[in-house]
Nanobody
């Protein structure tokens, strides 16, 4: 079955950095666009970034442009999110996501919590 496992979250000071990882299995990773989302406490889930097959293209939400970088390593079936200059507003649970053929299905990891606080 499809599995997505995020890691790398933690507590960081404002201005600090974290690198999140999402290790995947159960599908042909290199063929799929991968997505990162986050859910701040008490708020709705929001899209953060995506990366196309083979890293062919990337896109970011306006709130993270210039600070976050999404990347992937197809040999490791892993997608990353490098987060720099973190701010309190970046606090939340971060999830990776992949969508099935025709958008008929989607899969989520368990999430990894990021807290930005002084």
């Amino acid at each position: 079955e499809v599995q997505l496992v995020e890691s790398g979250g933690g507590l960081v000071l404002p201005g600090g950095s974290l690198r999140l990882s999402c290790v995947t299995s159960g599908f042909t990773f290199s063929s799929y666009t991968m997505w990162w989302y986050r859910q701040p406490p008490g708020q709705e889930r929001e899209w953060v970034a995506l990366i196309g097959p083979g890293g062919s293209y990337t896109n970011y939400g306006d709130s993270v442009k210039g600070r976050f970088t999404i990347s992937r390593d197809d040999a490791k079936n892993t997608v990353y999110l490098q987060m720099n200059n973190l701010q309190a507003e970046d606090t939340g649970v971060y999830f990776c996501n992949v969508r099935g053929a025709g958008g008929r299905n989607e899969w989520w990891g368990q999430g990894t919590a990021v807290t930005v606080s002084s």
